[in-house]
């Protein structure tokens, strides 16, 4: 099983991103899916997370800008990121964890986002 993260780049202060990601191959039981991101010299962090009903919980430093959403049928899971800012740079890595115990975290390889003033 895997998550494959798609979008980011490269965006001036203010402007948009979007960032998806899919879970795909063998048993899947996704249960929470969400992003985190890395900035240089500074730890991972939770950005958003969505559960299968679709409760959200966001990073205090974004809310109110980014949008977190999914598709439980598609496995996929989106984040829109408005108003960006230069401290929002940083690599965003999807993640989803499962519906049994067992089974093991998935993390994505990561995508670059840069925000530029």
């Known amino acids: 099983v895997q998550l494959q993260a798609f979008g980011g780049g490269l965006v001036q202060a203010g402007g948009s991103l979007r960032l998806s990601c899919a879970a795909y191959?063998?048993?899947?039981?996704?249960?929470?899916m969400g992003w985190y991101r890395q900035a240089p010299g500074k730890q991972r962090e939770l950005v958003a997370l969505?559960?299968?009903?679709?409760?959200?919980n966001y990073a205090d430093s974004v809310k109110g800008r980014f949008i977190i959403s999914r598709d439980n049928a598609k496995n996929t899971v989106n984040l829109q990121m408005n108003n960006l800012k230069l401290e929002d740079t940083a690599v965003y890595y999807c993640?989803?964890?499962?519906?049994?115990?067992?089974?093991?975290?998935?993390w994505g390889q990561g995508t670059q986002v840069t925000v530029s003033s």
């Open positions: 993640y989803a964890d499962r519906n049994f115990k067992h089974l093991p975290d998935l």
């Open positions: 191959g063998g048993m899947l039981a996704i249960n929470n």
């Open positions: 969505i559960d299968s009903a679709k409760s959200t």
